[in-house]
C-alpha cells in the first residue's frame, strides 16, 4: 500500500523520518536504513489510537535482573535494529502483516526509576490505558519482569486465565513467597494468581534446572532440537487450543550464538531460524498480546541480538494478523 508521500520517487529516493511524516498507518515505506527517525518499523511515532490494531511500545526496565544490566537499552537498541528490516516487505510472509494492520509506535512507558515498589504498577497502568482504548500491545523489554504487570493488564482487558506461550532458557517460576520484582519469579506468581493457565500454557528452549515446573508444559532446548520445529509447533498447539494467548520472549531462549547481548545467557539454544519458523508455524493460535524482553546491548556484537529481537517482534505481528478471529 504506497503512501501518499512517497508518490511516483523510485524506492531508494523515499524520503526520510517516516515515523514523523507518514500519512497512512498501512504499508512498508522504504527510506535510508541509516537515517530518520528511528521508530519500530518506521511505523509513525504516535501517541493517538484512533484506528490503530497494534501498538508498540518499550518498556525499559532492567532492575530485575540476576546477572547482567543493560536491558533498559533494549527498546532502543530494537526499534535502531528494525530500520535494516523496515526497508522491505518482510520475506516469505503470506502477506505483509503492515498491510493488514496498522501498527503505531506509542514510545515508552514512563515510570520513576528511584520509586522501585511502584513500577510494576506503573507500567500495568501505561498497558491498560492503550489496550483499553482498543489495540493489542507488543511491548519491548526491558528484563523479563516486566511480563507480569503486563499480562495483568491483559487479564484485566481479557479475562482469565491467559495460556502463555513462553520462550526462554529459563522457566521464571522460581519459588517466591515475597512478591519480589525479580525476572526469574513472575511466572510463579501469574500461575498462583491465576492470570495464567499452566496446563494450557507452554515452556520452550528452557536450559535451566528447576524441579517444580509448576504444572506448566515444556519443550525444553534439547527436546526442540531431539524432535524439531514442526513437533514444537504442533504440540504447542495442542497445549495452547482456543484460549486467548499472551506471547512472552525471552531473548535468551535463543542460543549465545545468536543472541550474545543478553543479561543471563545459556548455550545450547535455539538458533534464531528455529524460533522464527515456531512462530510462523503457529498462525492461528488466538494472541492477544506479545513482548520481546532481555535484550541488552552493551553485551550485543553487531546488533546481532537486537536484529534478531525484532525479526521476532515481526513474526509476532504477523502472527497477531493470522489469528483465528482476525
Ligand atoms: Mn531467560
Ligand atoms: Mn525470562
Known amino acids: 500500500m504506497a503512501d501518499k508521500k512517497r508518490g511516483n520517487a523510485p524506492q531508494h529516493m523515499s524520503s526520510s523520518d517516516a515515523a514523523i511524516t507518514r500519512d497512512s498507518l498501512y504499508g512498508t515505506l522504504p527510506e535510508p536504513t541509516y537515517a530518520g527517525v528511528t521508530s519500530f518499523m518506521r511505523r509513525k511515532y504516535t501517541q493517538d489510537l484512533d484506528g490503530v490494531d497494534v501498538v508498540v511500545t518499550g518498556v525499559p526496565l532492567d532492575t530485575a535482573t540476576t546477572n547482567r544490566p543493560g536491558a533498559r537499552f533494549g527498546p532502543r537498541a530494537i526499534r535502531a535494529a528494525s530500520t535494516i528490516m523496515a526497508w522491505e516487505r518482510p520475506y516469505g510472509m503470506a502477506f505483509d502483516?503492515?498491510?493488514?494492520?496498522?501498527?503505531?509506535?506509542?514510545?515508552?512507558?514512563?515510570?520513576?526509576?528511584?520509586?522501585?515498589q511502584g513500577v510494576p504498577e506503573q507500567i500495568r497502568k501505561?498497558?491498560?490505558?492503550?489496550?483499553?482504548?482498543?489495540?493489542?500491545l507488543l511491548s519491548l523489554g526491558g528484563d523479563h519482569f516486566v511480563a507480569y504487570p503486563?499480562?495483568?493488564?491483559?487479564?484485566?482487558?481479557?479475562?482469565?486465565?491467559?495460556?502463555?506461550?513462553?520462550?526462554?532458557?529459563?522457566?521464571?517460576?522460581?519459588?517466591?513467597?515475597?512478591?519480589?520484582?525479580?525476572?526469574?519469579?513472575?511466572?510463579?506468581h501469574a500461575a498462583k494468581a491465576g492470570l495464567v493457565d499452566p496446563a494450557r500454557s507452554v515452556q520452550i528452549g528452557l536450559r535451566t534446572t528447576n524441579p517444580d515446573t509448576m504444572g506448566f508444559n515444556v519443550l525444553d532446548a534439547p527436546w526442540v532440537h531431539a524432535n524439531g520445529i514442526d513437533a514444537t509447533i504442533a504440540r504447542a498447539r495442542e497445549f495452547v487450543g482456543n484460549n486467548?494467548?499472551?506471547?512472552?520472549?525471552?531473548?535468551?531462549?535463543?542460543?549465545?550464538?545468536?543472541?550474545?547481548?543478553?543479561?543471563?545467557?545459556?548455550?545450547?539454544?535455539?538458533?534464531?531460524?528455529?524460533?522464527?519458523?515456531?512462530?510462523?508455524?503457529?498462525?492461528?493460535?488466538?494472541?492477544?498480546?506479545?513482548?520481546?524482553?532481555?535484550v541488552a546491548p552493551a553485551y550485543d556484537i553487531g546488533e546481532i541480538t537486537a536484529l534478531a529481537a525484532s525479526h521476532l517482534a515481526m513474526e509476532m505481528l504477523y502472527l497477531y494478523a493470522s489469528r483465528s478471529s482476525a
Open 97 to 116: 502483516p503492515f498491510d493488514k494492520l496498522a501498527v503505531v509506535d506509542y514510545g515508552d512507558c514512563y515510570f520513576d526509576f528511584g520509586r522501585p
Open 244 to 294: 486467548p494467548v499472551y506471547v512472552s520472549f525471552d531473548i535468551d531462549c535463543l542460543d549465545p550464538s545468536y543472541a550474545p547481548g543478553t543479561g543471563t545467557p545459556v548455550c545450547g539454544g535455539l538458533t534464531s531460524h528455529q524460533a522464527m519458523a515456531i512462530l510462523r508455524g503457529l498462525a492461528g493460535i488466538n494472541v492477544i498480546g506479545m513482548d520481546v524482553v532481555e
Open 126 to 136: 501505561h498497558a491498560f490505558e492503550i489496550i483499553d482504548q482498543g489495540p493489542a
Open 150 to 188: 503486563l499480562i495483568e493488564a491483559h487479564v484485566q482487558k481479557h479475562g482469565g486465565p491467559l495460556s502463555l506461550l513462553h520462550f526462554d532458557a529459563h522457566s521464571d517460576t522460581w519459588a517466591d513467597p515475597d512478591g519480589r520484582i525479580d525476572h526469574g519469579t513472575m511466572f510463579y
